[in-house]
């Protein structure tokens, strides 16, 4: 058996299914939400948690940290999106946007800026949270926003729905946004470490993949469901482009761009789960490929080719995962409630 690559550090128990997990830029906290409403916030050594919000009966679906981990956003069924400031201890609620008859599902921290971006329905609002403002809200028209992306550059805002993929560029909202065409509705989209790269997975079982400056993509088809999760390595393999992994159904689909410019994308079948998975993610700075499935189990995939340990603890199954910013530990929530913490195994610990 090869030996192990992260074991166990805690896990505790919140009161209903995880629904997200975002990590603070240093790696020593992150913050976890529940369909009960929670938000709590863990310190990834101990566990130690402190409740931010406590259960209310619904749920919080999407929770963001911004680039400088001084504010934490988090959105869903009520509509309303809570910033607190996590400068202090305990962190302190800052801000409450109403926003009535909506759930609030995707929002993303600008990469550079304490910008949020959130999705309204049928629009997406802007909200710089240094000056308590609104910087621009957007029209996508043609449906509700599925999912939404800042380039890494911060130069634009990527919007998602039905039948396209729209880019605004930031400090010109009020232009007509480019419009990228993907036949059917786009239900998430991801944008390559390096900026080269747009992948849209898409309702219709296809996945599109443009080169940034270019208008034609390339269409990837026999998926056996939607193409619900998306992720990107931060490395690059062969072609000069980053790895990109995509999960439709029970099969996770490791795509790696050809040498030549002019040439496609080879498919690896990753055919090990036997649940809907829910959610991708590569370590940074590495191959190493997370998925957590319905299944009760979380892979792991060295160079994402081939299984190298399975993780478990959740027994209704795995609903999302985050590896922390430096890569040191894994993050995973479960469909019950757990949210479990793994790190690396030390060689030459007697671990593994």
Known sequence: MPKSILSPTWQTLL???VTAIAWLPDGCRLVACSAAGEVVL???RTGRSVALQAKQGLS???I???ADGQFLAAGGQDGAVRIWSMAGDPPTLV???ENARVWVDCLQWHPHRPE???GLGRYAQVWDAAGQAVVTTLNFEASSVLDLAWHPSGDALLLAGNQSVKTWRRGAWDD???IRETGGASGAIAISPDGQYLASGNNDRTLLVWAWDNPYPWQMQGFSGKVRQLAWSTVKAQGNAPLLASASAEGVVVWAKAEGEAEGWT???LDLHNGTVRAIAFQPQSKLLASASEDGWVCLWQNAAQAAQILEGAADGFSTLAWSPQGKHLAAGGCGGEVMVWGQVLAGKGFG
């Open 116 to 118: 949020l971006a959130v």
């Open 15 to 17: 009161a209903d299914y």
């Open 176 to 178: 007509d946004p480019l």
């Open 95 to 97: 801000t409450e946007l």
């Open 64 to 66: 963001a940290v911004s």
């Open 267 to 269: 498919a690896n079948v």
């Open 60 to 62: 919080v679906d999407a």
């Open 42 to 44: 863990f310190d990834a």
